[in-house]
């Protein structure tokens, strides 16, 4: 029963590292951080990703350019950039680790405890990109309503919101923390079922008897 229930937590939970993987990946590269429609001309939108801007007009032609410089880029976007590629490769190398962990592989399955450490390195491993993608969404975001919020700013100047990619990196970052979480904590439960071996205990046969019968202590005297 205990085995079952882990091989369902390492099921779910890779599923959940997978999706979690590939949103943060989407979340880098989209130019959907922030959103601002200009009151002047309402008829383009304005999208700012990490590594490009794109204006995208009514007909539905959409022009993008990439930024011109990763110095002039704002600290968050500069470090944003940096987190969201470490968490891409985290995120890979959790999946890599986990997969090789898991009870259906037959990869190590006579070292059940390199198998427990494998999946355990990999649950950490997503927690960790996990972490490192829900700081930089977190961190853009909150500057984001700063600047919305600002009252030095005239009312005529248009602000910046919150793009699509904030959210999808938000779920991208839950997916792979509880993807993580589950890998992690499915270990417990498969050393819990792993079986003991069978303790075998034979008593010695009495020395000089044939076919190694015993003989009560108190019929000694009539053998004799």
Request: charged share 15%; hydrophobic share 45%.
């Amino acid at each position: 029963m205990a085995g079952g229930c882990g091989a369902k937590a390492q099921g779910g939970g890779m599923l959940l590292a997978l999706l979690g993987w590939i949103s943060s990946c989407v979340t880098t590269f989209v130019p959907l951080w922030k959103n601002l429609n200009l009151d002047l001309n309402e008829l383009e939108v304005w999208n700012m990703g990490l590594w490009q801007v794109c204006i995208t007009q009514e007909e539905g032609v959409v022009e993008c350019q990439a930024h011109g410089s990763f110095l002039a880029l704002p600290p968050e976007l500069r470090i944003s950039r940096l987190l969201m590629c470490l968490s891409n490769g985290l995120g890979l190398l959790g999946c890599l680790l986990a997969a090789l962990g898991l009870e259906g592989w037959r990869t190590c399955e006579d070292k059940p405890g390199r198998k427990r450490r494998l999946l355990l390195g990999g649950g950490v491993t997503l927690g960790m990109a996990g972490i490192t993608t829900l700081v930089p969404v977190s961190w853009v975001a909150y500057n984001t309503v700063l600047d919305f919020w600002d009252e030095t700013v005239p009312d005529i100047v248009p602000r910046w919101e919150f793009g699509e990619a904030t959210f999808l990196g938000w779920f991208a970052g839950a997916f792979l923390a509880a993807g993580g979480l589950l890998l992690a904590c499915s270990t417990r439960s498969t050393k819990t079922a792993t079986p003991l071996p069978p303790s075998c205990h034979h008593d010695p046969a009495a020395p000089g008897l044939a076919g190694g019968h015993h003989l009560h202590p108190r019929n000694a005297d009539l053998v004799i």
